[in-house]
């Protein structure tokens, strides 16, 4: 079964910066889309970023011009660079790989200190 394997969330200063990286294993297979998520304590999970197979990319409105998505397709690897954070950043990042089903990360922490 496909196992997503994050890191790189942490403890950064307000303007700082951070990147998450998630790569999934046990599968010989590329993913299709691959996206991260974030969710805030009482507020539900929210779309990120996303990018699909063929390299296009989506933002929250929130997030545009400050977090930058990528990937590595060989590596079945998704990143995500986040500049200029800011408190309000602060939650649990999941990162989602699609295959036949979506699969979940565990999570990672983002907390942004003011």
């Known amino acids: 079964q496909v196992q997503l394997v994050e890191s790189g969330g942490g403890l950064v200063q307000a303007g700082g910066s951070l990147r998450l990286v998630c790569t999934a294993t046990?599968?010989?297979?590329?993913?299709?889309?691959m996206a991260w998520y974030r969710q805030a304590p009482g507020k539900q999970r929210e779309l990120v970023a996303s990018?699909?197979?063929?390299?296009?990319?989506n933002y929250a409105d929130s997030v545009k011009g400050r977090f930058t998505i990528s990937r590595d397709a060989a590596k079945k690897t998704v990143y995500l660079q986040m500049n200029s954070l800011k408190p309000e950043d602060t939650a649990v990042y999941y990162c989602?790989?699609?295959?036949?089903?979506?699969?979940w990360g565990q999570g990672t922490q983002v907390t942004v200190a003011s």
């Open positions: 989602a790989a699609d295959y036949t089903i979506r699969n």
């Open positions: 990018i699909t197979s063929g390299g296009t990319t």
């Open positions: 046990k599968t010989i297979f590329r993913p299709d889309a």
